[in-house]
């Protein structure tokens, strides 16, 4: 394997801040929710959500930058995501139901 380029590193690096970040709220998550503030807790978990999405992106477009195959298989794979259904149309998601008949 050939020797990462700056941009890769860069993106390593960044990612490793960010889940540093996400490890942080985390934490505040959790004790948020021992003291019974569950705002607070809500908050600090959607914020660690968030920090850790990023973190994943930016670990991808490391790696995507040092192959371009593994490049075309996000595009394909993104591509293949938009296009499914959302949870916000169930009736897509349900099977219709079989009848049996009795023998």
């Known amino acids: 394997m050939s020797e990462p380029t700056p941009e ?7 990612a490793k801040h960010e889940l540093r ?3 942080m709220f985390a934490k505040v ?10 705002q607070h807790a809500w908050d600090a978990r959607s914020k ?3 920090v850790h999405a990023r973190a994943v992106e930016q670990l991808i477009g490391a790696v ?7 490049e ?3 595009g394909q794979v993104k ?9 916000a149309e169930p009736y897509l998601w349900t099977r219709p139901s079989l009848r049996r008949s009795a023998v």
């Open 8 to 14: 890769a590193m860069r993106r390593f690096e960044l």
């Open 64 to 70: 995507s930058t040092e192959n371009k195959a593994i």
């Open 79 to 87: 591509e293949a995501l938009d296009d499914l259904p959302s949870p």
């Open 72 to 74: 075309s298989m996000l």
């Open 48 to 50: 660690a959500e968030a």
């Open 29 to 38: 998550s959790s004790t948020a929710y021992s003291q019974g503030k569950l």
């Open 21 to 23: 970040l996400a490890l």
